[in-house]
């Protein structure tokens, strides 16, 4: 007598599952093939910064974040004056729990790249997505409070050159993470919120601002204060 599992075909599961782990190969081929690809591109252009982006983006969708990193630090090498290839791998290392690389990035960042001051937020006020225990809480949050009063006192005081490289920075910068810390954080918010009103305010009359920052400034003047890092 023929045994019941000896007859029946393959399962439903069980051929999805055949399907999707060809897909699967099939798309990692085609990725990998296009990262040849993008190296040959290199080859002939190694100091584009745009193709270092794209292919650590596609290291980043294919799941190798070790290879990512290492062709953003390889940009950042062959093509020092690109400032988006800083960017890209702080946001990675951020990303990773590894928020003393960035910091030292940033620091290098400050010294080499073109607007290297762009880096001032990011290098004094950077914080974890994830806290290990409540002793690393309180000692970023130090750390954030020291390096807020820093950036203002060095903000408040730039000149114009200055102050056009602090605002492109806040164009990568956010405080998102400040509430994670679980306190609270409207001194600091505020705080924040003048400092990063400042650069735009002295560099643009209030016309011509953004929004958010023409928004900023007529709440300002009825002794209010709106915060841009939650936009």
Known sequence: MIQNDQRRGPLPSEIYATQSADRMAKWRKEGLEETAQIREKLRSSPAEPG????????????GDQDAAAAVLREGIAACGSAADLYWKLITMLQEAGRNEDAIALATSAIRKAPKGLQFRFIQRLILPIIYDNEEEIVAYRRRYIRGLKACEKEILSANAKRLEEYLEGLKHFTTFQLPYQGCSDVALQRQYGILVHHPEGALSPVEQRPLHARCFAGWENQGRFYFPAFF
């Open 51 to 62: 193709l270092y982006a794209e292919l650590a983006s596609l290291y980043s969708v294919l």
